[in-house]
């Protein structure tokens, strides 16, 4: 019951502040399923991305078939229905209605290491406070769906672990089909199945053929989910491998203000995001909470390890790979938040466990339910900024921010001017955030300290995606953040910001 209920949560409050903006690929989507009334087609003919967005768009469609089948034709009604912005609506809330269901897979698989249901609730709790899970779940993009995969499969594999059955393996091998389907990445879950599957053979010793036909049966099963979730592999092939050639190279040649450097500092800047953003919107949080996440992984270590080996090996892998690409987009690393839960989740429950006396106890439950509040807090006051985005309530705030500053502050002409405040001169700047630079794209992504306080809705972290398409907001600039962003660029105005004029 307890999960229901924060699923329940997570959904109802995404979906009264579903509508956030306007996320680059979701007008990809809209317009493979109008491609598909047109032409009749099941098949999109585009393939950088795998095709189950391609299938959850479309089933978008079910609600309006009754009317359909009355005049106008069928046709000409659902392409009306797909230009209309409820029908937008529809379709982001079907990927998020989808994206919720994580949270049933990481409660089980807490459930499954031998926790009572009381002590796994604590996973579902900091999943649902996940404000870098809740904005990511409310665009029509495949990385919500590749995380609750993510979390299946978790699932499958601890059951694996426990149980010793191949059964679960098989499940986990279907899951990995099906998330490879949803985003190429995906598939790396296969070889730690398999990898299993080896080590569980290795144990019962069984004839060379049987475990070849095991392993066969495995690897087929992942073909069959990945092939009906995007059968144009096979059917449209040369247009799937320029597709794909097409995506290898981008991530390779680098995209806009999100490229880096692939190695170590790619790898450096996804374990500051994974360690001190993704947990928590709070860094002395998140670092908290990830302390735990290696706490549990140091308890499971010593008390599962074949669970331990099972599970964290994706996650090496995932990492491992992106790594070595030029480009991060922090949005493909959501997949790994349902295995920094669990662990986390696995870390509060030993550090509870190993605690001597029962008041040391209540009072480390009292402060795990004050860090899970603030989590929730964050994500509630995130969800009405984005209510309120359409309206004055930012730059009220903003002015009454400005009057406590004397003369501390420095308006780019932009701000000055729609405030009706002077200029100034203080080191502090506040400019918009579009008129920074000459197109969104050339922002720099991917720096946490970006900024040091926005004015706007929080529909998004904007630190990571600068070049979000969405409402305008204003920044804060200190005299080190607005160096850093004149050693990255030169535009007019960049060159005109107190520090980098002095």
């Given at each position: 019951?307890?999960?229901?209920?924060?699923?329940?949560?997570?959904?109802?409050?995404?979906?009264?502040?579903?509508?956030?903006?306007?996320?680059?690929?979701?007008?990809?989507?809209?317009?493979?399923?109008?491609?598909?009334?047109?032409?009749?087609?099941?098949?999109?003919?585009?393939?950088?991305?795998?095709?189950?967005?391609?299938?959850?768009?479309?089933?978008?469609l079910?609600?309006h078939?009754?009317?359909?089948?009355?005049?106008?034709?069928?046709?000409?009604?659902?392409?009306?229905?797909?230009t209309?912005?409820?029908?937008?609506?529809?379709?982001?809330?079907?990927?998020?209605?989808?994206?919720?269901?994580?949270?049933?897979?990481?409660?089980?698989?807490?459930?499954?290491?031998?926790?009572?249901?009381?002590?796994?609730?604590?996973?579902?709790?900091?999943?649902?406070?996940?404000?870098?899970?809740?904005?990511?779940?409310?665009?029509?993009?495949?990385?919500?769906?590749?995380?609750?995969?993510?979390?299946?499969?978790?699932?499958?594999?601890?059951?694996?672990?426990?149980?010793?059955?191949?059964?679960?393996?098989?499940?986990?091998?279907?899951?990995?089909?099906?998330?490879?389907?949803?985003k190429?990445?995906?598939?790396?879950?296969?070889?730690?199945?398999?990898?299993?599957?080896?080590?569980?053979?290795?144990?019962?010793?069984?004839?060379?053929w049987?475990?070849g036909?095991?392993?066969?049966?495995?690897?087929?099963?992942?073909?069959?989910?990945?092939?009906?979730?995007?059968?144009?592999?096979?059917?449209?092939?040369?247009?799937?491998?320029?597709?794909?050639?097409?995506?290898?190279n981008?991530?390779?040649q680098?995209?806009?203000?999100?490229?880096?450097?692939?190695?170590?500092?790619?790898?450096?800047?996804?374990?500051?995001?994974?360690?001190?953003?993704?947990?928590?919107?709070?860094?002395?949080?998140?670092?908290?909470?990830?302390?735990?996440?290696m706490?549990?992984?140091?308890?499971?270590?010593?008390?599962?390890?074949?669970?331990?080996?099972?599970?964290?090996?994706?996650?090496?892998?995932?990492?491992?790979?992106?790594?070595?690409?030029?480009?991060?987009?922090?949005?493909?690393?959501?997949?790994?938040?349902?295995?920094?839960?669990?662990?986390?989740?696995?870390?509060?429950?030993?550090?509870y466990?190993?605690?001597?006396?029962?008041?040391?106890?209540s009072?480390?439950?009292?402060?795990?339910?004050?860090?899970?509040g603030?989590?929730w807090?964050?994500?509630?006051?995130?969800?009405?900024?984005?209510k309120?985005?359409?309206?004055n309530?930012f730059?009220a705030?903003?002015?009454?921010?400005?009057?406590?500053?004397?003369?501390?502050?420095?308006?780019?002409?932009?701000v000055?001017?729609?405030?009706?405040?002077?200029?100034?001169?203080?080191?502090?700047?506040?400019?918009?955030?579009?008129?920074?630079?000459?197109?969104?794209?050339?922002?720099?992504?991917?720096?946490?300290?970006?900024?040091?306080r926005?004015?706007?809705?929080?529909?998004?972290?904007?630190?990571?995606?600068?070049?979000w398409?969405?409402?305008?907001?204003?920044?804060?600039?200190?005299?080190?953040?607005q160096?850093?962003?004149?050693?990255?660029a030169?535009?007019?105005?960049?060159?005109?910001?107190?520090?980098?004029?002095?």
């Amino acid at each position: 019951m307890y999960p229901f209920v924060c699923f329940c949560l997570l959904l109802g409050l995404c979906w009264w502040s579903l509508d956030s903006g306007f996320h680059w690929d979701e007008g990809i989507q809209i317009e493979l399923v109008q491609q598909t009334l047109q032409s009749g087609s099941l098949l999109p003919s585009w393939y950088n991305y795998p095709s189950m967005s391609y299938w959850l768009s479309l089933t978008s469609l079910l609600p309006h078939l009754p009317t359909a089948m009355t005049p106008p034709p069928l046709t000409d009604y659902l392409l009306d229905v797909s230009t209309r912005p409820r029908f937008f609506m529809q379709v982001k809330f079907v990927f998020l209605l989808v994206s919720c269901l994580t949270v049933f897979w990481v409660y089980t698989a807490v459930r499954l290491t031998g926790r009572t249901p009381l002590e796994a609730a604590v996973a579902p709790a900091m999943l649902i406070g996940s404000w870098e899970m809740g904005y990511h779940m409310r665009w029509i993009a495949p990385d919500g769906i590749l995380m609750q995969w993510g979390a299946l499969w978790l699932l499958c594999m601890v059951a694996a672990s426990q149980q010793k059955r191949l059964r679960w393996a098989y499940g986990a091998a279907a899951v990995a089909g099906l998330a490879c389907g949803t985003k190429y990445p995906g598939g790396l879950l296969l070889i730690p199945t398999l990898g299993w599957i080896v080590w569980y053979l290795w144990e019962k010793r069984p004839s060379l053929w049987t475990s070849g036909c095991v392993l066969f049966t495995a690897a087929l099963i992942a073909a069959a989910a990945y092939l009906l979730s995007t059968p144009g592999t096979l059917l449209q092939w040369p247009t799937f491998l320029s597709n794909v050639q097409y995506e290898l190279n981008h991530y390779q040649q680098g995209h806009y203000g999100h490229t880096i450097t692939a190695g170590w500092p790619h790898l450096k800047q996804m374990i500051i995001y994974l360690t001190a953003v993704q947990l928590a919107p709070y860094r002395p949080l998140a670092l908290f909470l990830s302390s735990l996440a290696m706490i549990g992984l140091g308890w499971l270590w010593r008390y599962q390890q074949a669970t331990a080996v099972a599970t964290v090996s994706f996650p090496v892998l995932y990492i491992a790979y992106f790594a070595m690409q030029n480009v991060m987009i922090v949005r493909n690393l959501l997949v790994l938040l349902p295995f920094g839960v669990w662990l986390t989740a696995l870390g509060v429950l030993a550090v509870y466990d190993w605690l001597p006396q029962k008041r040391y106890q209540s009072l480390w439950v009292l402060l795990l339910a004050g860090v899970i509040g603030i989590n929730w807090y964050w994500l509630g006051y995130s969800s009405f900024t984005i209510k309120e985005r359409l309206t004055n309530r930012f730059t009220a705030e903003a002015v009454a921010y400005l009057s406590q500053q004397a003369d501390m502050v420095w308006l780019s002409p932009a701000v000055a001017d729609a405030l009706h405040r002077p200029q100034g001169n203080g080191p502090t700047a506040v400019i918009y955030a579009h008129e920074l630079f000459p197109q969104p794209t050339d922002w720099p992504a991917n720096n946490p300290d970006l900024y040091d306080r926005q004015f706007g809705p929080f529909e998004v972290n904007f630190a990571y995606y600068p070049s979000w398409i969405g409402n305008e907001r204003l920044l804060i600039l200190t005299a080190p953040q607005q160096q850093w962003l004149c050693q990255m660029a030169t535009t007019q105005l960049l060159l005109s910001l107190p520090a980098c004029v002095n």
